[in-house]
């Protein structure tokens, strides 16, 4: 099967190709994947300038929109994968050419976390924007509901799960991560992500604040890159240690009064290669999120075998392949063959402090790193992720020439 992956999306502030390719990993990583699951591949990015280059055997085309379009036209794919909904009229520039240049490939498009349009008017433009798309992609089925109700996606166009990114990260042994991290703790609790309303770090620090006030080894390190909460984090965790807490220096904050916020670290941005470290570091990864399109530090964090404690939405139930929960807080364990039932990972209703404690707690109670990983390298590896890729566009491929077969007897 031959695929062409379109990427419409860039910082104009890159200088270069290499430079594009070197910052977009979910890029490059898709289209190898897929390479190793059997497909030809070959990747089209619009760019403020022409380049062609060649990493890992497949190439990439740069340049202008109708130059990718043309390059992408002459290779005769079976299935157009375009990037992200929130490019409507750029997916409609490109599937407007289906019949003149792209004869008969299905065109697919990945959701990358982008939100449904609000009013009827922008609801029935991005309809018809879209109506020439055969499939969408989303993390988790549940996300397309939206669309689906909204009517931007259409009955008679289907939905499939297949999860958006994966990681290349691996776990860095115990003891070498925690010295060059910095993170320590029983238990250790890690926090990766910007500092905002949907990630809602003030209701993660006060469910952290309950969970540890009946441990006094537990600490938790924040990792992040800035966000409108930072400073109202800041605030809280340094009115509570009495200005004690010190921050973004790689030392714990220690509190003189013993509380539990006295143990929380402000660590600020890590640079993406040491961030394996952390994550390996750490027992528990903690999130607080409202939304997501799937989960980037979710799923390093399994990779390095650290328990998620996370709200229960869909993006990180299809992650944890944890399906539909009914209720709040609740348990899901998963079995890995050869060995007992664990807790491998624990669900909490977002904005829910007591929750978040409480799931922190029965996590705490039962620290599995190696079924983690296991789960990750059975489900969500890049490898995982291409498999199931080409299994969709292969079922949207045969459909799509099943109908135009129909359409010609």
């Not at 290779?75 to 009229?89: K, Q, S």
Request: proline share 5%; hydrophobic share 45%.
């Amino acid at each position: 099967m031959r695929v062409v992956q379109v990427n419409l999306a860039f910082d104009p502030a890159l200088p270069s190709a290499e430079a594009l390719l070197d910052r977009y990993a979910t890029l490059t990583g898709w289209a190898e994947a897929l390479a190793r699951a059997g497909a030809e591949v070959l990747t089209v990015q619009q760019f403020h300038s022409s380049a062609n280059v060649t990493r890992a055997g497949i190439g990439y085309a740069f340049g202008p929109f109708r130059e990718i379009v043309r390059r992408a036209s002459r290779w005769r794919a079976d299935v157009v994968h375009i990037n992200g909904l929130d490019c409507p009229l750029g997916i409609w520039r490109v599937s407007r050419l289906q019949r003149r240049r792209f004869g008969g490939a299905a065109f697919v498009v990945q959701d990358h976390a982008s939100g449904v349009p609000a009013g009827a008017v922008s609801r029935a433009v991005r309809r018809r924007l879209l109506s020439g798309v055969d499939a969408f992609l989303f993390s988790a089925l549940e996300q397309a509901q939206p669309w689906r109700d909204a009517g931007v996606i259409a009955p008679r166009q289907a939905v499939h799960d297949v999860m958006e990114a994966s990681t290349a990260i691996a776990a860095v042994p115990r003891e070498e991560a925690r010295a060059a991290s910095g993170v320590s703790g029983d238990p250790a609790v890690l926090w990766v992500g910007r500092l905002n309303a949907n990630k809602d770090p003030l209701t993660v620090v006060d469910g952290f604040e309950r969970f540890a006030a009946g441990r006094p080894g537990a600490t938790l390190t924040m990792v992040f890159e800035g966000g409108e909460a930072e400073a109202a984090v800041r605030a809280r965790v340094v009115s509570d240690t009495g200005g004690r807490l010190v921050s973004d220096t790689g030392d714990r904050a220690v509190s003189d009064t013993g509380g539990a916020c006295g143990r929380i670290r402000l660590v600020g941005a890590v640079p993406h290669d040491r961030i394996a470290a952390f994550f390996s570091a750490a027992d528990l990864f903690v999130s607080g999120s409202h939304h997501e399109g799937s989960g980037y530090a979710l799923i390093e964090a399994l990779a390095c075998g650290a328990v998620p404690v996370v709200t229960a939405i869909p993006a990180f139930r299809a992650i944890l392949g944890a399906g539909q929960v009914p209720g709040t807080c609740q348990v899901r364990t998963w079995h890995v063959p050869g060995t007992d039932p664990v807790p491998a990972w624990h669900l909490w209703t977002p904005g829910d402090a007591h929750a978040c404690a409480a799931a922190l707690d029965r996590a705490a109670a039962h620290i599995d790193r190696a079924a983690v990983i296991e789960h990750f390298q059975r489900n969500l590896t890049w490898d995982a992720v291409g498999r199931r890729a080409l299994a969709v566009y292969r079922e949207v491929a045969g459909r799509k020439n099943e109908e135009g077969r129909g359409r010609s007897e």
